[in-house]
C-alpha cells in the first residue's frame, strides 16, 4: 500500500507540472501539431522536463490526493497560459514584422497557411517566424526556456494560491503593446523605403500612362524591401522578451 501511495503522489505531481508546461510550451510556434507531430510527441518531451523539475515540483506539497489536486491544476494551467502567452510574444513580433513588411509590398496576396502558429500568413511573416524560431534554438532559448520555469515554480510554488488582480492584466497588456511597438520601430526603415520607392513609381506612371505601375512597384518593392532587411537583419533579434520580464509578472502581480 506504501509504494502504491508513493506511486499514485508522483503521478499526480507529474500531472500537476504537465498543467504548467503544457501551456506554455504549445504556445511556442515549433510545438506545433504540423512541425512536432502528434501529442505522443508533445508528452514526452514535456515529461522528460517535468522529470527534470520534479525535486523542485516535490518540495511544495507533501501529501496530495485527487479532489486537492484539482483545484492546484486549475490554477498551474492559468499560470502555464500566462508564462506561454508572454514568452510567445517575440514570436508574434516577428510574425508582425513580416506581415506588415509583406502588406506594405503588395505580397499578401500570396498568403499561405503558416504550420508553425495554424493560421493563414504572408511568405515573409512565415520566414520571419522561422528565422526567430532558428534563432532562439541556435542561441540555446531552451535552456533559457526551462531556467525560467525553474524560476516560476521558485517565485510561484505549487502551494501558493493564485491572486490575479487588475495589475496583473495592465503588466499583460503593456508587455503585449511594447513588442508590438518594437516591431513596428524595427520594421519603420522598410517602410520608408517602400514609401519612397511606391512615390518614385506614381511620379514615373504619371509621365509614362502606358506603364504598369502595379506590376512594377511589386518587383521593384520587393527588391528593395529584401535589400534593405539583409542590411539591418540581425536587428531583428532586438525584440525579445527577457525572462525578468516573466519572472517580474509572476513575482509582483500574482503572489498576494
Do not use: H
Not at 522529470?51 to 496530495?64: A, K, V
Not at 508553425?116 to 520571419?128: K, L, P, R, Y
Not at 527588391?223 to 540581425?234: D, E, H, K, P, Q
Amino acid at each position: 500500500m506504501g509504494i502504491y501511495s508513493e506511486f499514485n503522489q508522483v503521478i499526480l505531481l507529474i500531472i500537476i507540472g504537465m498543467a504548467r508546461i503544457l501551456p506554455t510550451f504549445i504556445f511556442l510556434p515549433w510545438f506545433n501539431n504540423q512541425l512536432m507531430g502528434g501529442m505522443i510527441v508533445k508528452n514526452v518531451i514535456i515529461c522528460l522536463i517535468v522529470l527534470g523539475l520534479y525535486p523542485i515540483i516535490s518540495q511544495d506539497i507533501t501529501e496530495l490526493n485527487f479532489e486537492s489536486a484539482i483545484p492546484i491544476i486549475v490554477k498551474e494551467l492559468i499560470i502555464g497560459l500566462l508564462c506561454g502567452c508572454c514568452l510567445a510574444l517575440p514570436f508574434w513580433a516577428a510574425l508582425a514584422i513580416g506581415e506588415i513588411i509583406d502588406n506594405q509590398r503588395g505580397a499578401t496576396i500570396s498568403s499561405t497557411m503558416n504550420p508553425g502558429i495554424g493560421v493563414e500568413t504572408s511568405v515573409m511573416a512565415n520566414f520571419m517566424n522561422v528565422f526567430y524560431s532558428a534563432i532562439f534554438m541556435l542561441s540555446g532559448g531552451m535552456v533559457t526556456l526551462v531556467k525560467v520555469l525553474y524560476q516560476s515554480y521558485i517565485l510561484y510554488p505549487l502551494d501558493m494560491p493564485i491572486n490575479t488582480n487588475k495589475e496583473t492584466f495592465i503588466r499583460l497588456a503593456s508587455l503585449i503593446n511594447e513588442m508590438l511597438l518594437k516591431a513596428v520601430i524595427l520594421v519603420g526603415p522598410v517602410l520608408v523605403s517602400l514609401f519612397l520607392v511606391e512615390s518614385a513609381t506614381g511620379i514615373l506612371s504619371r509621365f509614362a500612362p502606358q506603364l504598369n505601375a502595379f506590376s512594377v512597384a511589386l518587383s521593384i518593392k520587393s527588391f528593395i524591401a529584401c535589400s534593405v532587411l539583409l542590411i539591418y537583419l540581425t536587428q531583428i533579434i532586438a525584440p525579445q522578451l527577457s525572462g525578468q520580464d516573466l519572472l517580474s509578472l509572476l513575482s509582483g502581480r500574482l503572489q498576494p
